[in-house]
């Protein structure tokens, strides 16, 4: 299976300023049609998980456009170019090449 | 609205099984692949199953191979995790979510629902 790693585990965030979450894969996620087969979830507080990126890049429906993604192969980042209290949660990459595996999840908080 | 609702969570005992179900509305539920996603107290997420939309392909993570049978009934709208032998680490909120048509054999996920909560305990 697919090892996805994620930092940091904890990201302390001052509302405003920037933030970013790398993840690497054990193995590359580029698939043979071109897009990498990553994706990025947030958990918040008591909350289900729900889709903030796909195929490594693709915001999903809704998700305000200062979240991105990025990255190909076995490297990429998130970014959140201004951070909003109601960012506060547990972000997770997830591998959707193979049976899916998550990262550990980084714990974004603020300041 | 599209909405996924699980049931059949609860408290049981090793050794046990348990079904649970969840049912679908508010989208052309054989278009989709459905998966059910784990996690356990305090803990991260870990991918269960997967159940294509033909019926017929499903895939599991190894811990619960031979275990668990994912399943699911086209014409109710509803897909289905049978757990048998169950143990104590597989004690987990269970939440069912829609495979996202992105791209082939791609196995992200785009909806969830509200989940159900699993305790195997003697």
């Known amino acids: 299976d697919i090892v996805m790693t994620q930092s940091p585990l904890s990201l302390p965030v001052t509302p405003g300023e920037p933030a970013s979450i790398s993840c690497r894969s054990s193995q590359s996620l580029l698939h043979s049609n071109g897009h990498n087969y990553l994706d990025w979830y947030v958990q918040k507080p008591g909350q289900s998980p729900q889709l903030l990126i796909f195929l490594g890049s693709s915001r999903a429906s809704g998700v305000p456009d200062r979240f991105s993604g990025s990255g190909s192969g076995s490297s990429f980042t998130l970014r959140i170019s201004r951070v909003e209290a109601e960012d506060v949660g547990v972000y997770y990459c997830?591998?959707?090449?193979?049976?899916?595996?998550f990262g550990g999840g980084t714990r974004v908080e603020i300041k | 609205q599209v909405q996924l609702v699980e049931l059949g969570g609860g408290v049981v005992q090793p050794g046990r099984s348990l079904r649970l179900s969840c049912a679908a509305s508010g989208f052309f539920f054989s278009n989709h692949a459905m998966h059910w996603v784990r996690q356990a107290p305090g803990k991260g997420l870990e991918w269960v199953a997967v159940?294509?939309?033909?019926?017929?392909?499903?895939n599991y993570v190894d811990s619960v191979k031979g275990r668990f049978t994912i399943s699911r009934d086209n014409s109710k709208n509803i897909v289905y995790l049978q757990m048998n032998s169950l143990r104590v680490e597989d004690t987990a909120i269970y939440y069912c979510?829609?495979?996202?048509?992105?791209?082939?054999?791609?196995?992200?996920?785009?909806?969830w629902g509200q989940g159900t909560t699993v305790t195997v305990s003697s």
């Open positions: 159940v294509w939309n033909d019926e017929r392909n499903e």
């Open positions: 979510a829609r495979g996202k048509k992105a791209a082939k054999y791609y196995y992200g996920v785009d909806v």
């Open positions: 997830m591998q959707a090449l193979q049976r899916p595996t």
